[in-house]
C-alpha cells in the first residue's frame, strides 16, 4: 500500500485494515501466519517530514528452540516512526551515528506494506521458546522432557575440566 506523500491530506490518514504476507517474507523460515495482520496505522505528514504511528497485531506459529514443537505467539506491538526525504540523506558524504536511526522516502512515497512487515519482524525473539521453563528434548531418546521422564540416564562425560572441578571443591 503505497502512500503519495504530496497527496496526504492536512489533518493526515488514518487507515485500519488486514494486511496479507507470505510465510516466506518473514526472516524465521520456520515461522508460519495464524491469522492476517491487523493494523491501525495514522499517516502525517510535518513539512517534508512524515510521521507514521501504528499498532500491529497477529498470530503466529514459531517452533521451539528446544523441543522443536510448534506454539502460538501473539503479536501486538506499537510503533512510532518519522520518514525523512532521501534527498537530505544524499546531500551528506558520511554516515553519522544518528544516520543509523533515521528512516528515508524515496520518490515522495512510502510503501506502508514493508513499514508493517519491518516491525513485525523485529517483534521475533531472539530463540522462540515454548515456555521459559522448556527443558528440550532428552539427548538419548529423543523424548519431549515435559511430557514425562523417559529413563534414560545421561553419564556426563570426563574431560578436561575434571581436575579443574577437584580442584574447586578443594577450595570450598
Known sequence: ML????????DGLKISRDFDFLNSELIDENVVFLQPVHAHLSVQRIGDDVRVQGRISTRLSFVCSRCLTPFEYPVDCKFDL??????????RDELDEEDL???????RQIDLREVILEQLNLTFPAK???SEGCEGICAVCGRIRRHGECGCQVKEAEGRLDQLKIFLKDKR
Do not use: A, T
Open 3 to 10: 502512500i503519495d506523500i504530496d497527496r496526504l491530506p492536512n
Open 82 to 91: 518519522v520518514f525523512l526525504p532521501e534527498e537530505l540523506h544524499e546531500l
Open 101 to 107: 536511526d533515521q528512516l528515508f522516502y524515496k520518490d
Open 128 to 130: 522462540p521458546l515454548c
